[in-house]
């Protein structure tokens, strides 16, 4: 069984990393289980935060920042629906 990718409003995000700057006593991964999201995604968000001084990127639902994004994308659906095809 496949998890399912949770997303996040950029709201949220930005109030986690506020969060772990106001918290500074807080271990990442304390910090990551108080908010019930992974340590590695808390990573990934502060990263995204310090390099796009103090903000979040945010890419909406069928937007792509380049025409190669929206081709990687469109390849990925692609397989998916083929190796759908062979499991029937």
Request: hydrophobic letters at 30%; glycine letters at 4%; aromatic letters at 6%.
């Amino acid at each position: 069984m496949s998890r399912q990718k949770t997303h996040h409003t950029k709201q949220f995000k930005l109030d986690t990393i506020n969060y772990r700057k106001e918290y500074p006593d807080l271990t990442q991964v304390e910090c990551a289980k108080n908010l019930g999201i992974g340590v590695s995604t808390l990573a990934r968000w502060k990263a995204q935060v310090r390099d796009n001084d103090d903000d979040i990127p945010v890419i909406s639902s069928g937007s792509y920042a380049s025409e190669e994004e929206k081709e990687i994308a469109r390849l990925k659906r692609e397989l998916r629906d083929a190796q759908d095809a062979l499991d029937v």
